[in-house]
Every structure is written in structure tokens, then in C-alpha cells.
């Protein structure tokens, strides 16, 4: 694994491909977050997946941004030994868990985790290994 990804919080270690970013908490990082995610799977011939991916990486690093303050990792894993499988992981150092809520129609956010909890196979939180916490999304890579 990279000193990078060694770097963002609540990476977990992994055999496989990784690639992980910390971007600083301004307005700037949801765009620059998207960009090096579709880079990335382009790389690893997964074009396929970028349009979703980009999607719930936006939508976990723009609520790293309302609630959170400091540095916002990245990361996306292809686990060894686990085919099929590209877990995204999205750190910052605020240790609540995020909630998952039902927007009303008119609402203008609050649709995030709903997003994420239905576009990907699994999905959850952890709290990182010092601070703050890690949120990961699964999704199915195609044959």
C-alpha cells in the first residue's frame, strides 16, 4: 500500500490495488475527489463503474464537508482474493457515525446515504484507527 493511503484515516490495510488521495475540506475537494476516482478507474480498465462511483464519492465527500472539519480521504480497493469487488472508502476526523434519514420532497440534501445504501451491493461505517471514522460502499464490478 501506498505512504498515501497509509495517510488517510481509517484506511484499512489490504492485499490488491489501492489507490487513496487526502484532500484538505474546501469547496474544491468534491470536483477533485470525482476527477481522481474516474482517473484511477480508468487506469484499471473500469470505465464501467466510474459514473456510479464518482456519484456516491460525491455525495460522502460533500457530507465530509457539511459536518466535518480537517482532511478527507479517499480511497478505492480492488481487495486480492476477492474478485468482482471495488470497495470505496471516504475518511474525515469527525467520529459521528453519519445517519441515514428520509428526505422530504422538497428537501434540498439528505439524500446521500440512501443514494449510496441503494446503488451499491453493501455498505456501512467504522470508526478509524485513531480518529474520526471511515465510510465504504461495495460495488459489483462486472465481468
Same mark, same amino acid.
Given at each position: ?17 489501492? *489507490? #487513496?488521495? /487526502?484532500? @484538505? ?6 470536483? *477533485?475527489?470525482? *476527477?481522481? $476516482? ?6 484499471? +480498465? ?6 456510479? &462511483?464518482? %456519484?456516491?464519492?460525491?455525495?460522502? $465527500? &460533500?457530507?465530509?464537508?457539511? =459536518?466535518? /472539519?480537517? @482532511?478527507?480521504? $479517499? ?8 474478485? +468482482? $469487488? %471495488? ?5 474525515? @476526523?469527525?467520529?459521528?457515525? !453519519? ?17 449510496? #445504501? =441503494? ?5 456501512? /461505517?467504522? !470508526? +478509524?484507527?485513531? &480518529? +474520526? ?8 464490478? @462486472?465481468?
Amino acid at each position: 500500500m501506498s505512504s498515501l493511503a497509509r495517510d488517510v484515516i481509517g484506511v484499512i490495510d489490504s492485499d490488491g490495488d489501492c *489507490a #487513496a488521495w /487526502t484532500f @484538505p475540506a474546501e469547496a474544491g475537494a468534491v470536483r *477533485a475527489a470525482r *476527477a481522481a $476516482v474516474r482517473g484511477r478507474l480508468r487506469e484499471w +480498465g473500469l470505465d464501467s463503474l466510474a459514473d456510479i &462511483t464518482a %456519484l456516491l464519492v460525491s455525495e460522502l $465527500v &460533500t457530507n465530509s464537508l457539511r =459536518h466535518a /472539519t480537517g @482532511p478527507i480521504g $479517499v480511497c478505492l480497493v480492488r481487495p486480492a482474493g476477492l474478485d +468482482g $469487488v %471495488l470497495r470505496v472508502e471516504v475518511s474525515d @476526523p469527525l467520529p459521528d457515525p !453519519p445517519r441515514e434519514r428520509v428526505a422530504d420532497l422538497d428537501d434540498e440534501s439528505g439524500r446521500g446515504l440512501q443514494l449510496v #445504501a =441503494h446503488s451499491s451491493r453493501r455498505w456501512g /461505517t467504522r !470508526p +478509524g484507527r485513531n &480518529t +474520526g471514522k471511515t465510510v465504504w460502499f461495495e460495488l459489483a464490478v @462486472p465481468d
